[in-house]
């Protein structure tokens, strides 16, 4: 008997990225006409391992480098892809800092773009005291959210 194997997998590295007023950052994007506030990252390319994924990643959204502290979760159940159906999403999550003052543009109002931009993204602070699962909107930033208000 002949199996079929899917491999139709897409891996997410994001950071959990503190300043020192234990505020933490948030991406409200814009992308295939969907409007979404996840943590900072994006997708791992091919040959490349997770951590350098992840200072690439905040590298091209901020222009800044990070330290990456420590590894906070891996996604331990099935989550399909909102924008590729039948792809199965696993995402890892890191503790960061910045490594230099934060010099991007950061805002007080989520979505902070022009309403018609067929891809945007602003950034903005949240106290950590302040967060809750549903300031987020994927179901693994959820998660996340729920491990970070499980710490204090």
């Keep these: 008997m002949t199996e079929t ?13 503190l300043n020192d007023r234990q505020e933490v950052l948030l991406s409200d ?14 997708g791992l390319e091919y040959g490349e391992g997770t951590l350098d994924c992840l200072r690439r990643e905040i590298r091209e959204e901020t222009g800044c480098g990070i330290e990456i502290l420590s590894h906070l979760y891996t996604t331990d159940f099935f989550q399909e892809s909102k924008f590729h159906p039948g792809m199965q999403v696993i995402s ?31 950034f903005r602070w949240i106290p950590l005291e302040r967060l809750t699962p549903e300031d987020l909107t994927l179901p693994i930033d959820k998660k996340v959210a729920g491990i970070l ?4």
């Design 92 to 122: 890892i999550y890191y503790r960061a800092r910045f490594t230099e003052p934060p010099c991007f543009p950061v805002s007080e109002k989520p979505f902070d773009f022009p309403a018609d931009a067929e891809r945007g993204q602003s």
């Design 5 to 17: 194997i899917n491999t139709r997998f897409t891996i997410r590295v994001y950071g959990i990225l």
């Design 29 to 42: 994007e814009s992308y295939m006409g969907h409007r979404f506030t996840k943590f900072p990252g994006g």
């Design 149 to 152: 208000l499980s710490e204090r």
